[in-house]
């Protein structure tokens, strides 16, 4: 009898016999090693009056930078902080009388992942590149105002960065034109103050 209580092998993990009926639970699931990631999605529904919840909603969901699966279902990488933000989210859809779900869930193959991956870093290099073009335009502006524009440009590139869960390599580039920008805005203040 001990021995068909043995965990015995599965292609999606093990299994043991759960009674003497020959019923089996698959226990201790993992994935296959060309398996894709978890992710955290949102199912939501809102009424459409009063739109205020609405906007609200999407203003929350592009400030996380989510996914946009579907007419109400969004998708962000599963980790403890998107899960707790997501949760947050779908409890507030509820407050408004609207319907949410929260989920855990991978893509079937590995080519839909490479694909949500993709939109997601193509968003956050539009929005690296908008941000290249304005510290290029301050750096081309009088040195007066850099100091004001340096603090606007690095917290418009904060947020983007807690949004940006796959950095493209405009991430970087971005950063030290910023911190170059920081350091000509640093020097200018030290040659006025020098000047006075």
Not at 59 to 82: E, H, I, N, S, Y
Not at 161 to 173: A, G, K, S
């Amino acid at each position: 009898m001990l021995a068909s209580r043995q965990r015995r092998p599965h292609r999606l993990g093990t299994w043991t016999p759960t009674c003497n009926r020959g019923y089996m639970r698959v226990v201790e699931l993992r994935p296959p090693s060309s398996a894709t990631g978890t992710w955290v999605l949102l199912t939501y529904q809102l009424p459409r009056e009063p739109s205020t919840p609405r906007i609200a909603l999407w203003r929350r969901l592009k400030r996380l930078g989510v996914a946009q699966l579907g007419d109400g279902l969004v998708a962000l990488p599963a980790d403890a902080r998107t899960r707790e933000q997501v949760e947050w989210l779908a409890e507030e859809v509820l407050e408004a009388g609207g319907e949410a779900g929260v989920w855990l869930a991978q893509p079937a193959t590995a080519a839909q992942e490479r694909a949500l991956v993709k939109s997601m870093a193509e968003a956050r290099t539009a929005e690296y590149v908008a941000l290249a073009a304005a510290v290029a335009g301050v750096q081309a502006a009088s040195r007066r105002d850099h100091a004001r524009a340096v603090e606007r440009l690095r917290r418009q590139w904060r947020e983007i960065t807690r949004r940006d869960y796959f950095p493209p390599p405009q991430r970087d580039i971005v950063g030290a034109a910023l911190r170059a920008l920081a350091t000509e805005a640093a020097d200018s203040v030290v040659a006025e103050g020098r000047r006075a």
